[in-house]
């Protein structure tokens, strides 16, 4: 454990990528294999559930510490960790230095605590808190919350390793992807064998597009190398055909078939070694839906014949990544678009819930932003582009892939709740909830935490700690005062919503000083920017 909290500690000091790479690489060289698939899977978030809940750890601390519940709430909102709150209340021992357990024997134990009494696990834990050092125990706390986050990417991860055990990043991003764990796994068989049944139902990494600069227009060149598609709102996924199976993984890497059952319909029109790339589309009437349609099935664990008929899905593919059993990754994007448009065209795709995502050409870029200006129209979130002769590479690189939204919908709202925010900004009021006029009352609609400057944020900090109205825990409410502009993606009716209207990813496009609160908008306002 010593040896991987050095190693968080070190990663945890730079922002600097050789820094992090090099404090990896080095780990890697010399940690025990158990220890390095333990790393390698909670830096690829595949921590152990948590076995103890988050009121019983604050308990437990403050009762081995002799601190207070309530100081340690107040310092817990200061410092906006738990897991860091208690490694620095735990008083200090010199108990550390005799402990030389593993990260490995560490995480088994943690495994083993949520089969055992609540007495148990009392014990454990504290015991374990005075055998650890300040940082140590900082790292076992992050272990046992499951909140590990520490600014280290799978990629830049994959990059030490690569380093370390001589394999390409392609090849070891691919080893990475899949349903695996440390505990149905090990280091020799998931990262240095090749093992051509493991990679039945493995996905490939995920090509991700960057968002189009000022003045991309020139930066890109001839229009005509550049195919157009629309950038569709729905779930991003693979679908994948081998071996009379399939098996259906989200871009977050989690395996999903049993969320889709339509598309085992595909074993009847699509060959075996088939991997499509595309997004899962509510579709509702034979009518493309938005993403709120959606989440009436995402995170259900039984799927409904009603829910199934009310919320019927699609996967609009737009690209081929492995075609009779070959990869076809290193192709151009037109190659592999030729052979998907073919194999749709000619298999009676739509009866099965499979649809091409068409392609288009322009000749202006004027022409090109026309048809952007129908995205919401089509349901779409704007356009992607794609470079024609470009292959699918792994992760966000930048050149080929480029997605152009639509301007966000935005809307001038009233601040009246605020909550301390976390890291860095625990000493600061910046998460926020905003109202709409509705009757003369305002009507709670969305929260924010981005979008504007430290200094900003400082300002309304200051503001709201000399004009609250009330608490509620971590929360104040706030005298109805300051006005401002909220951007966020999308839009849609919604009855778990106070205001009855849902948005996707609101955040704070600027602070309106210019405007009384009575001038904010109102609620009808709001419903007049769902789409028709």
Not at 265 to 279: A, C, H, M, Q, Y
Not at 302 to 322: F, G, M, Q, R
Request: proline share 4%; with cysteine; charged share 30%.
């Amino acid at each position: 454990m010593k040896d991987f909290a050095n190693l968080i500690k070190k990663l945890d000091s730079t922002n600097k990528t050789n820094e992090k790479v090099a404090a990896l690489t080095a780990y890697f060289n010399s940690a025990s294999e158990e220890d390095k698939l333990w790393t390698i899977a909670i830096l690829s978030h595949r921590r152990p559930k948590r076995p103890v809940n988050t009121t019983l750890l604050r308990e437990w601390a403050t009762e081995i510490s002799n601190v207070p519940l309530w100081l340690f709430e107040e310092s817990y909102h200061i410092v906006g960790d738990l897991a860091e709150t208690i490694a620095l209340i735990i008083p200090k021992t010199n108990a550390s230095k005799k402990n030389k357990k593993s990260l490995s024997t560490y995480i088994q134990e943690i495994i083993t605590l949520r089969t055992l009494s609540e007495e148990e696990k009392k014990q454990y834990l504290q015991q374990n808190w005075l055998q650890l050092s300040y940082f140590e125990r900082f790292v076992f706390n992050k272990i046992i919350t499951g909140g590990f986050r520490i600014g280290v990417s799978q990629k830049l991860m994959t990059r030490a390793l690569s380093k370390s055990a001589g394999i390409e990043e392609d090849i070891l991003a691919y080893k990475l992807m899949g349903d695996w764990t440390p505990q149905n796994t090990t280091y020799q068989k998931l990262i240095l064998e090749e093992n051509p049944e493991d990679y039945l139902s493995k996905p490939y990494p995920f090509y991700l597009a960057y968002a189009v600069e000022d003045n991309f227009q020139e930066e890109l060149g001839n229009i005509q190398d550049w195919s157009f598609e629309h950038k569709w709102d729905g779930i991003r996924s693979q679908v994948i055909i081998r071996n009379d199976e399939v098996f259906v993984w989200s871009r977050g890497e989690e395996l999903v078939t049993d969320k889709y059952p339509e598309f085992q319909w595909f074993l009847s029109k699509i060959p075996n070694g088939t991997v499509l790339d595309g997004e899962i589309l509510p579709f509702g009437g034979k009518q493309i839906g938005n993403f709120n349609d959606l989440q009436t099935r995402i995170g259900r664990k039984n799927l409904s014949k009603a829910l199934l008929e009310k919320t019927p899905v699609i996967l609009n593919a737009y690209d081929l990544l492995e075609w009779e059993g070959k990869d076809i990754r290193q192709r151009p994007f037109s190659e592999r678009r030729e052979i998907l448009d073919q194999l749709i065209s000619e298999c009676d795709c739509d009866a099965i819930g499979l649809y091409l995502s068409e392609t288009m050409e322009f000749d202006t870029w004027e022409a090109a932003a026309k048809e952007r200006e129908l995205s919401r129209e089509k349901r779409s979130e704007g356009l992607m582009l794609k470079r024609k002769d470009s292959p699918y590479l792994v992760g966000r690189k930048k050149g080929d892939w480029w997605k152009w939204k639509t301007d966000p919908f935005t809307i001038d709202a009233v601040l009246t709740y605020a909550m301390r925010g976390h890291g860095r900004r625990a000493n600061l009021y910046t998460d926020y909830t905003f109202g709409l006029w509705d009757n003369g009352e305002l009507v709670t609609f969305a929260k924010a935490y981005s979008g504007l400057t430290d200094a900003e944020f400082r300002q309304v900090d200051n503001w709201i700690k000399k004009n609250t109205l009330e608490r509620f825990g971590p929360v104040r409410s706030v005298t109805p005062h300051h006005v401002f502009e909220i951007a966020f993606e999308g839009i849609a009716e919604s009855s778990r919503h106070k205001s009855g209207i849902a948005t996707r990813f609101p955040r704070i496009l600027r602070w309106r000083k210019d405007k009384p609160k009575e001038e904010a908008n109102t609620l009808d306002d709001l419903r007049a920017l769902i789409p028709k």
